[in-house]
């Protein structure tokens, strides 16, 4: 939990909240403010929309932490706002609401309109509050009202306001965060290769763990030196590039396609054997620059002889834990079916360059579309098999 203080309708507020919870949800749930309605969720529809320092903004996309020290006004608070005075009066002589889901945001909205417009153009407000939809009234309604408003103000010789009272512009919209901008925004992570070293390369519970096995038809002894062979494994993995090697430590990057997100995590490990028990780990860490995303990861593996010796089980157990905007998207079944792929394209690679054949290097580590969505599919047929026919078995 993060503590979060901010101004919200003048009043000061200095509140524990999660540091993924929207400013929607934090006036809505914390506050009770529910003036500020949630539509889309994805920052389109307008209805969310509240000021911040006085600049309108998309609140169920605005993360409450980044408003730190910020002055919030919601609906709630422009009860007695001159313009949104004026606003309310014209709406309903003008018939610009009809269900009021969106009258909150189009009010918000509407008022920046006033303060900027010099005068009633048309085109112009229909344009400012193209972010702002309404399922019911047309806007024919709502622009008239918007139009008669400002005729009425520049009438009485009230100036537009330039920018609409706009200073600077720091997190989220919010002027007064703009002095803490240093503090709120994340430093960029310097690439893990230039920071660590063997000894600052620590173990770590993972967050997830996932464990693979496959066979490969060649001794344990022989599979166990071409494990020390770390050039030649990471020949075999799709993905990764070495810049650096060293007895106990590697340094390079892999990188991995998650559907459209391609992610390039440069790092470095520590590589541990141990020739008696035909077993080993390597422990990595790693950043990726473009999202300011980091994991960490181990994978640890043990060679298991088969059919008298003649061939090898290889089990591994790969954990890991991912944290930045990439955490959002690695749930555990997207990086579970990727890691499968992975591994089989790895396993098949490592037979062909221990047989003396070209591996055949593929681009990035890669998830697709249309494999996440026939497995999805296969999922939900089992289950739909699964309830009829169990269904079936109880009658």
């Keep these: 939990m993060t503590t979060i203080a901010l101004q919200v309708n003048r009043r000061a507020v200095e509140l524990p909240a999660e ?7 934090f006036v809505r749930d914390k506050l009770d403010l529910t003036g500020t309605h949630l539509g889309c969720e994805h920052g389109v529809c307008g209805a969310c929309t509240v000021l911040l320092d006085g600049v309108p903004a998309r609140s169920c996309i605005t993360y409450a932490a980044a408003c730190e020290g910020a002055d919030v006004t919601t609906i709630e608070g422009l009860d007695e706002d001159e313009i949104t005075t004026e606003l309310r009066a014209a709406f ?7 269900c009021g889901y969106c009258t909150p945001g189009m009010l918000v909205s509407a008022r920046d309109l006033v303060l900027r417009l010099p005068d009633a153009d048309e085109r112009r407000i229909r344009i400012g509050l193209s972010g702002n939809l309404c399922r019911c009234t047309g806007y024919v309604g709502i622009v008239r009202a918007v139009q008669s408003v400002i005729e009425a103000r520049r009438a009485r010789n009230v100036g537009p306001l330039a920018d609409g009272g706009r200073t600077v512009l720091g997190p989220a919209g919010s002027g007064r965060a703009a002095t803490a901008r240093s503090e709120l925004r994340p430093a960029r992570p310097a690439p893990a290769s230039e ?7 620590s173990d770590f519970t993972p967050a997830t763990i996932l464990d693979q096995r496959f066979t490969l038809p060649h001794p344990p002894a022989k599979v166990f030196a071409m494990f020390e062979d770390i050039a030649g ?20 990057s892999i990188r991995v396609r998650l559907g459209p997100i391609v992610a ?17 780990r390597i422990v990595g860490i790693g950043t990726d620059q473009r999202s300011h995303s980091a994991t960490q990861g181990e994978i640890r593996y043990r060679l298991l002889p088969l059919e008298d010796g003649a061939a090898t089980s290889v089990e591994l157990s790969i954990g890991y834990t991912l944290t930045g905007m990439l955490a959002q998207v690695g749930r555990p079944g997207l990086v579970r079916d ?23 290097r593929a681009a990035p580590a890669e998830l697709g579309f249309w494999s996440v969505a026939s497995d999805v599919l296969r999922a939900r047929l089992a289950r739909i098999f ?10």
């Design 386 to 395: 699964g309830r009829a026919f169990g269904r079936g078995g109880a009658e």
């Design 19 to 25: 540091p993924r919870t929207s400013l929607a949800d």
């Design 264 to 280: 390039s995590f440069e790092g470095a490990a520590r590589v541990e054997r141990d020739p008696a028990a035909l077993s080993g």
């Design 92 to 98: 309903t002589r003008e018939h610009a609401l009809q």
């Design 195 to 201: 920071s660590a070293t063997p000894s600052s390369i």
């Design 233 to 252: 494994i990471a020949s075999c993995l799709p993905g990764v590039s070495l810049t650096s090697l060293r007895s106990e430590r590697v340094e390079g």
């Design 338 to 360: 990727l890691a499968k792929r992975l591994i089989a394209e790895f396993a098949a690679n490592l037979d062909r360059h221990m047989s003396g054949a070209p591996s055949g």
